[in-house]
Structures are given as structure tokens and as C-alpha cells.
């Protein structure tokens, strides 16, 4: 499955960096220039250890396990059937400070007609100032020229910010996951439909 990578350049020497791994691409491929090509063959190598660091500053951090198995996926050449018949393509949506350091990520599996936001993390320091969003947004926007026709996630039923941002953003609760986290928190299980 062909790997590509896109770059928007933010306010403030940030860059978000979409890296989609997708089945479905055809033909199309990303050239890679060297600089990404370099930074590319880095971040396979020990992103996922970079990225579990951000994220073990949450309470609802994920499992470094999960996250290594996905950082491989995105990079992965090529899947078994059985790996791709269960899911078409994946997105790792990052925030990257002007050194080229991630300060937030955003994670997301698409299967058939639904797509799955797995995780967004923003550094403790950035947070309050529309990074979020901004990862949303765009990861949104992704999904929707996908043919997803909903987008689900849980989120802990003690984390009212990031519920109202997506409440905010065309979510609504549909369900809840009784001690769905680690801690023993409830998870409210929100859906935006395309």
C-alpha cells in the first residue's frame, strides 16, 4: 500500500504532516525529496517511541503496543489479506514544532464506510490554543473526500474540553463504554455522520 505524506505549513513555524497509508491509492505516490526521505526513514525507526513519550502525559494515553503497531503500518510496504480486508487504509496526522519535534498527534483507521479516531494528543504546553482542532479539521476533511460516512471515537466521560470540541465540531454521543479506560473511567461514545 503506497504511503503519502502531506505538508501544510502553520502559523508560529509549525507543520502538520499527514502521513496516510491507504489501499486503495492506485497510482499515486508521494515523491519524496531527500530531507523527507530522511526524516521519513527516522520516524519509522523510532517514532512510535516519540510519540508514546507525548502521549504518556495523558490520562488516556494509549498503549505503546498499539502505537508501534500503527507507526509500522503506516510505513508497512504491504499487508497481509487478512490485515487489509480488516481495515482499508490508516492516517497519523503531526504536529511539528519549527526543530521538527512532534508536539501533538492524531491518530485514525478507517474500515469500509467508518472511519475510527483512535487518539489525538497535543503537549501539555500547547494545549488551549486550537492545535486540536486543527488536527480535527484536517483529518476531517480527509475523511469526508474518503466516502466515510461516519466518523466514531470515545472519549472519557471526565474529559468535558475534548467532549465539548467535538460536540463543537458536529459530534453527538451515541453510546457509552462502561470502564473503558485502564483508570476504570467510562468512555462516551460520540459519531459524526458525512
Not at 505538508?7 to 491507504?22: A, I, P, S
Not at 500503527?70 to 487504509?89: P, R, T, Y
Not at 468535558?160 to 485502564?182: D, N, V
Request: proline share 2%; charged share 20%.
Amino acid at each position: 500500500m503506497p504511503l503519502s505524506i502531506i505538508e501544510t505549513k502553520l502559523e508560529n513555524g509549525f507543520l502538520l504532516r499527514l502521513l496516510r497509508q491507504e489501499q486503495n491509492a492506485g497510482h499515486r505516490q508521494t515523491e519524496f525529496n531527500e530531507s523527507l526521505k530522511s526524516w521519513s526513514e527516522a520516524f519509522r525507526k523510532n517514532g512510535s517511541a516519540k510519540l508514546f513519550e507525548l502521549a504518556s502525559v495523558s490520562l488516556y494515553a494509549p498503549a505503546k503496543a498499539s502505537l508501534i503497531g500503527f507507526v509500522d503500518k503506516i510505513f508497512a510496504g504491504e499487508q497481509s489479506a487478512a490485515q487489509a480486508s480488516h481495515f482499508e487504509h490508516c492516517l497519523l496526522g503531526l504536529l511539528m514544532d519549527s526543530l521538527m519535534q512532534v508536539q501533538g498527534f492524531i491518530q485514525l483507521r478507517f474500515f469500509d464506510d467508518t472511519a475510527d479516531l483512535d487518539f489525538i494528543v497535543i503537549h501539555p504546553s500547547l494545549r488551549g490554543q486550537g492545535f486540536a482542532q486543527l488536527l480535527l479539521n484536517e483529518a476531517q476533511a480527509i475523511v469526508a473526500h474518503s466516502g466515510v460516512k461516519r466518523l466514531l471515537l470515545e472519549v472519557g466521560h471526565g474529559n468535558i474540553a475534548a467532549q465539548r470540541l467535538y460536540e463543537k465540531l458536529g459530534f453527538i454521543q451515541i453510546s457509552m463504554r462502561r470502564k473503558y479506560y485502564p483508570s476504570g473511567e467510562d468512555a462516551v461514545v460520540m459519531e459524526k455522520v458525512f
